[in-house]
Nanobody, 123 residues
């Protein structure tokens, strides 16, 4: 059974940093894509970034380019999201998701999802 568990959310001030982790279990295929999505209150869910497990290819939403970095630890089967220079508009529930496709594309469906972790940026 595939499971994704997010951790690392919290409350930070504007300009501060936070790192989210997504622990993947029950999935060991060489080809996969792990993505981070977020959903703010009253807004639709949006793709933030993704990474291809096989070749490390990444993609970022324009709103986070230059501030967020996705990375993976294949040994620990964990995907991390380093978020720097956080803004109030980054406040959302952040979800990680996995799909068996090895192509890193944000604008498509993902098969498995975590339960989400809250990130709040406020002064």
């Amino acid at each position: 059974q595939v499971q994704l568990v997010e951790s690392g959310g919290g409350l930070v001030r504007p300009g501060e940093s936070l790192r989210l982790d997504c622990k993947v279990s029950g999935f060991t295929s060489y080809y996969a894509t792990v993505a981070w999505f977020r959903q703010a209150p009253g807004k639709e869910r949006e793709g933030v970034t993704c990474i291809s497990r096989s070749d490390g290819d990444t993609s970022y939403a324009e709103a986070v380019k230059g501030r967020f970095t996705i990375s993976q630890d294949k040994v620990k089967n964990t995907v991390s999201l380093q978020m720097n220079s956080l803004k109030p508009e980054d406040t959302a529930v952040y979800y990680c998701a996995l799909d068996p496709s090895g192509i890193c594309i944000l604008n498509r469906s993902y098969q498995w999802w975590g339960q989400g972790t809250q990130v709040t940026v406020a002064s």
